[in-house]
């Protein structure tokens, strides 16, 4: 089944040429399913850019997918037109009276930042508070796992001596688990970030359990049944280009930075980088649909609630 897109929203034009299965909301209403409604909190400032890859993994699945995307109520973008923010946008307080099975909060370039220094902390509080009774599944994404990973258990970021960027090999630390049904041992996963999440720390908290990690760069996945949430700190969500563009930026804004590691071929920015991390993002965020599909209630009034049964 196809991922349920407005049909002038720029990324269904973009997964159409692309071979992914979209349809529009007058051919999505016409199927007898009930759709798993999504939601994505859009906190980077390339909104259609993010928008284009969370809707690309998500809309690969078998299942109907409609999509929602959300903003904070106060926090305005510059960076992406206001009419495109205007029509395909709510802010948060106009959805939190609605259920969703699933909700993805992105990351966000303000690591470097003390969390309660961020200017739309307190929303987001509340928005991760929310998802513990109006929201089935979450999935928090780099900086948007850290925080949650934070607010919920008290889990630090620690800044970096440089960034971790590139493409780094990551273990597969739970091949039980059916986040990861299909991975192999190990998966190349695109890094970038000032800050991190420390293994020690992490297996201090009986609530959490690493799924994915590197020797390079540390924990990856982390599952935290007790908020029914995965935390990821890396990006299978990024183009084959999104660390070239953010190096090519970095350079011509003169800011210190390294070739990204294990991207370019021979590690020359000169050379077209391949993508070595596609099949396995669409593996993990397939199977993360799938878990969402098998567990949460067909009557959707009834998410958040406990349950032994979900389907009923």
């Known amino acids: 089944m196809p991922i349920k897109l407005p049909s002038n929203l720029p990324a269904y034009d973009v997964l159409t040429r692309e071979g992914v299965m979209v349809m529009d909301e007058d051919a999505a209403a016409h199927q007898d399913i009930r759709p798993l409604k999504i939601g994505l909190l859009n906190l980077m400032p390339k909104k259609i850019q993010t928008e284009n890859q969370f809707a690309r993994l998500i809309g690969a699945t078998p299942l109907q997918i409609d999509l929602h995307l959300i903003r904070m109520s106060e926090h305005q973008t510059r960076n992406t037109a206001a009419e495109h923010m205007a029509e395909f946008y709510r802010p948060f307080q106009a959805v939190k009276n609605e259920k969703f099975d699933g909700l993805i909060i992105t990351g966000a370039p303000i690591e470097h930042l003390p969390f309660e220094e961020v200017t739309y902390w307190d929303e987001l509080k509340e928005v991760m508070d929310w998802t513990q009774t109006n929201v089935h599944q979450t999935f928090g994404v780099c900086w948007g796992g850290m925080a949650m990973a934070y607010h919920f258990h008290g889990l630090p970021k620690h800044m970096l001596p440089h960034k971790a960027f590139g493409c780094f ?121 799938s878990e969402i599909y098998l567990t949460t209630p067909y009557n959707m009034d009834r998410i958040g609630r406990a349950s032994t049964d979900l389907r009923t």
């Open 169 to 289: 090999r990551h273990q597969n630390l739970s091949p039980a688990s059916p986040y990861l049904r299909g991975f192999s041992d190990d998966c190349v996963i695109p890094v970038s970030r000032w800050t991190e999440m420390r293994q020690g720390e992490i297996d201090d908290i009986p609530a959490l359990s690493t799924l994915l990690g590197s020797e390079d760069v540390g924990p990856c996945l982390i599952e935290d049944p007790s908020h029914r949430a995965l935390y990821i700190f890396n990006h299978f969500e990024y183009d084959s280009g999104t660390l070239k563009e953010e190096y090519d930026r970095d350079i011509a804004s003169n800011t210190p930075i390294n070739v990204p590691m294990n991207y370019y071929p021979d590690d020359d920015p000169s050379l077209t980088p391949q993508n070595r991390w596609r099949s396995h993002g669409h593996l993990l965020y397939g199977n993360w649909v």
